[in-house]
């Protein structure tokens, strides 16, 4: 057995490698980085007063979540979308989402239920504060992150939080084009469902959620590249 005094402390490198990725992860989807701009590693450590080393960790952990990309001998650039990267993730998304759906429906109990009111309903009133204009977004997600995490599937979960947050950073950029308060509508409907245990509407709703999404991030992206271009004034 091992003794106490011989167990391994947390080291402190592994620790500020954390801090740094959830500083830039923040600044990245509260939007003080374009898509495109690029993360300088040493201007970052200035900033910050720290090393390189542990911002060069978090920048590797950064790209593994997919906000970020690494382009040879050029550095790290916040993730930019195409046309193909919306259809892949909001398509990958429907088919996991679907599944988790029809696990949870039936064996879900009071708790489960409970828990995924408790996000529709800190939703709804964030929306009607609106002090922060990432929290209906991070609850919207937490929805969708808790439905997968009751199907009770390890595999579907970790294959759900590899898009998660290149998602998030999508609804970031697509949320101009759209009402606040319909996301808690949406969310609650697809809950009513699933408490009435009703799998067909719960997939309906899901599915055409998931495709309206689709739809604005791909008018977001077009809107973004026309003003880009110069053809928006």
């Not at 200035?46 to 920048?59: I, K, M, N, Y």
Request: with cysteine.
């Amino acid at each position: 057995m091992v003794s106490e005094s011989s167990r391994l402390e947390p080291l402190k490198t592994r620790t500020l490698r954390h801090r740094i990725s959830e500083r830039l992860r923040d600044a990245i989807l509260s939007g003080a980085y374009d898509c495109g701009d690029q993360l300088v590693e040493s201007s970052i450590a200035e900033q910050l007063g720290v090393s390189r080393a542990p911002v060069r960790e978090a920048l590797s952990a950064l790209e593994k979540e997919g906000l970020i990309k690494s382009i040879p001998r050029r550095g790290y650039f916040v993730r930019e979308f195409t046309r193909t990267d919306i259809e892949e993730i909001y398509s990958l998304r429907l088919l996991l989402e679907a599944e988790a759906l029809r696990r949870v429906i039936g064996h879900a109990d009071e708790d489960d239920i409970a828990r995924l009111q408790h996000t529709v309903d800190k939703m709804d009133g964030d929306a009607r504060a609106g002090d922060d204009p990432r929290a209906m977004t991070k609850w919207d997600m937490a929805f969708h992150r808790l439905l997968c995490e009751l199907a009770d599937h390890s595999r579907l979960c970790s294959a759900w939080a590899n898009m998660g947050m290149q998602t998030e950073l999508l609804i970031g950029v697509t949320s101009r084009t759209h009402d606040p308060g319909e996301p808690r509508e949406w969310h609650q409907s697809l809950l009513d469902a699933i408490r009435e245990e009703d799998v067909d509407r719960a997939v309906e709703l899901l599915t055409n959620h998931l495709l309206d999404a689709k739809e604005r991030a791909c008018k977001a992206l077009a809107l973004a590249q026309a003003e880009a271009s110069g053809v928006l004034q």
